[in-house]
């Protein structure tokens, strides 16, 4: 069993940054795989990236690749995602998720999930 709490969401200018963080509890949070997903009002969620149960790979969706960094400190049990040169189209609902062992891009694919943090970027 894994409970994960997500924070660090608000409102940010186009162009500038947030820090998103996922703590997780459980004492086998390094044998899980970890994602991101978000979800914008009238729209599905998407997938935004994926990190290893090691944190030695990463994956990312074409639309935050180059400007979001996912990362995880198992010793904290944590997540994290950086995200760079937000722009309006990023305003969403951010999940932090987990699925034990393997990666996944999908979200029915994940079995634990935090409450969601709300990101809003303005123009």
């Known amino acids: 069993q894994v409970q994960l709490v997500e924070s660090g969401g608000g409102l940010v200018q186009a162009g500038g940054s947030l820090r998103l963080s996922c703590a997780a509890s459980?004492?086998?949070?390094?044998?899980?795989?970890m994602g991101w997903f978000r979800q914008a009002p009238g729209k599905e969620r998407e997938f935004v990236t994926a990190?290893?149960?090691?944190?030695?790979?990463?994956y990312y969706a074409d639309s935050v690749k180059g400007r979001f960094t996912i990362s995880r400190d198992n010793a904290k049990n944590a997540v994290y995602l950086q995200m760079n040169s937000l722009n309006p189209e990023d305003t969403a609902v951010y999940y932090c998720?987990?699925?034990?062992?393997?990666?996944?891009?999908?979200?029915?694919?994940?079995?634990?999930w935090g409450q969601g943090t709300q990101v809003t970027v303005s123009s």
């Open positions: 998720a987990a699925r034990h062992r393997t990666m996944a891009t999908t979200h029915d694919q994940y079995g634990y």
């Open positions: 990190i290893s149960w090691s944190g030695g790979i990463t």
């Open positions: 459980g004492r086998t949070f390094s044998s899980y795989a």
